[in-house]
């Protein structure tokens, strides 16, 4: 079973920047791609970003230019930095991984989340 240990998330000010780490742990055979994803009062969980283990990333417009995601592959983390945030950013991010090494794909594991908020 794969576990999933987020940090980072905590309260800032609009402009300001977070930087968002979650690492997998138990039994792992493989971890393909990795990702963040992000839950709003009264919002359906959306994708913020994800990145296989080769590098690919695919990132909602909505943080283009302003989030970057990155891996360490061999601690089996990601880390998603967040610049410039926006009060619209505040949800509660949940880190996921899977085997599949798919861009698009959605893991089947998924941590418990942490909440980023965004206000002045």
């Known amino acids: 079973q794969v576990q999933l240990v987020e940090s980072g998330g905590g309260l800032v000010q609009p402009g300001g920047s977070l930087r968002l780490s979650c690492a997998a742990s138990?039994?792992?055979?493989?971890?393909?791609?990795m990702g963040w994803y992000r839950q709003a009062p009264g919002y359906q969980r959306e994708l913020v970003a994800v990145?296989?283990?080769?590098?690919?990333?695919n990132l909602a417009d909505s943080v283009k230019g302003r989030f970057t995601i990155s891996r360490d592959n061999a601690k089996n983390a990601i880390y998603l930095q967040m610049n410039s945030l926006k009060p619209e950013d505040t949800a509660i991010y949940y880190c996921n991984a899977g085997i599949k090494d798919i861009p698009g794909g959605v893991g089947d594991h998924w941590g418990q989340g942490t909440q980023v908020t965004v206000s002045s």
């Open positions: 138990g039994t792992i055979f493989r971890i393909g791609a």
């Open positions: 990145i296989t283990s080769g590098g690919s990333t």
